[in-house]
């Protein structure tokens, strides 16, 4: 919402949706636009094009952000992996102070 509000554009929700999937084909049904994650153009559909976003230099908006979740109870190898990759690289993946 934040990147078209700086592009000057008003936004009007027609549906919401969270999986790419569903958002994708949304968009193919002519039901509007979205902002998906570059991985999402691998998902074709016809008609559907995928551009990529050029943000402004001077934005404080560099990135989309990324969180991790997970239930406190859970105990998961495969979890403090990714949390291990992520750690190793920092510098890709936050923002000071977080992580």
């Known amino acids: 919402m934040n990147l078209f509000h700086d592009?000057?554009?008003t936004v009007h929700i027609?549906?919401?949706a969270d999986e790419?999937?569903?958002i994708i084909n949304l968009v193919s049904a002519e039901l509007g636009l979205a902002i998906v994650p570059q991985w999402s153009s691998r998902i074709s559909l016809p008609d559907v094009s995928f551009v990529p976003l050029n943000v402004d230099a001077r934005s404080t908006r560099q990135g989309l952000p990324l969180a991790a979740?997970?239930?406190r109870s859970a105990s998961d190898p495969l979890r403090d992996a990714m949390l291990e990759v992520l750690n190793s690289h920092r510098e890709f993946y936050s923002r000071p102070g977080t992580l």
């Open 69 to 71: 979740v997970w239930l």
């Open 14 to 16: 027609s549906q919401v």
């Open 20 to 22: 790419k999937q569903t």
């Open 7 to 9: 592009a000057g554009l």
